[in-house]
């Protein structure tokens, strides 16, 4: 699979359908889902905004049932909240709350990647190669928007390290986090952008060659500073 594949691929979200499909959602609850989870990671639905069923089915083209099922997996991931008459809102997240994930994905993570060091495919491999080769030519040779182009490479590299891991339960818990707006640039942090993504790149690189020699101590070590290395930054 090329470059473009890959980040096509992501861009269309057919690898997680393909997985939440399989776990049994339905498509028409993956659609909104996808739709509201994606207006949320975006910054189109802000914390405190009111997600009413019906305008929500209207704008997405599905009914409400599939719509109030996708409500309910969001709530369980934190993005959303039930609150006053049983109304739906985009959740808040206060700096605690931040912190505290982030130190849970670390150490998720970091368990993930020495697994993945010990269990992953060649092919799976070749995949890590081509997205840390795509992200370093965006930040480096500018072949690409560093805020519209990154991200998608960076949480496909993420997750083919969770998967290469073969602990599908750790994979479903990290799946709601790896795209969470916590290190998203903003404010202040966007004039750092280009050097926060060239730290990522050196991590990346860090935890390929340590996956590539089967190092899981070196491979977890490495994984668990690139995600605290977020916290100095963004809070």
């Known amino acids: 699979m090329t470059n473009e594949d890959t980040a096509e691929r992501v861009a269309l979200g057919e690898e997680q359908e393909d997985q939440f499909t399989a776990n049994g959602m339905s498509r028409a609850v993956f659609t909104a889902y996808r739709s509201i989870r994606k207006d949320i990671m975006t910054g189109e639905l802000r914390a405190g905004d009111l997600l009413p069923e019906k305008e929500l089915a209207e704008r997405i083209g599905v009914s409400r049932t599939p719509v109030r099922e996708a409500l309910s997996r969001l709530r369980t991931e934190g993005l959303v909240v039930l609150e006053r008459y049983r109304k739906n809102y985009v959740a808040d997240f206060s700096d605690a709350d931040i912190i505290e994930l982030i130190e849970l994905r670390a150490l998720l993570e970091g368990r993930a990647a020495g697994l993945a060091a010990k269990n992953i495919s060649e092919e799976e491999l070749a995949k890590l190669r081509d997205l840390a080769l795509a992200m370093e030519a965006i930040v480096y040779s500018g072949d690409g928007d560093l ?4 991200p998608p490479l960076n949480e496909e590299f993420h997750r083919i ?3 290469a891991a073969n602990s ?4 479903r818990i990290l799946e709601s986090s790896l795209d969470l707006p916590f290190d998203r640039p903003h404010g202040k942090m966007r004039n750092k952008l280009k050097f926060k993504l060239e ?13 590539e020699m089967r190092d899981q101590a070196s491979a977890s070590q490495h994984m668990q500073s690139h995600v605290l290395s977020i916290l100095p930054y963004r809070l």
């Open 168 to 171: 599908p339960r750790a994979e």
């Open 147 to 150: 805020e519209i182009d990154f």
């Open 161 to 163: 390290i969770c998967a």
């Open 199 to 211: 730290r990522s790149c050196h991590y990346h690189r860090a935890i390929l060659e340590a996956i």
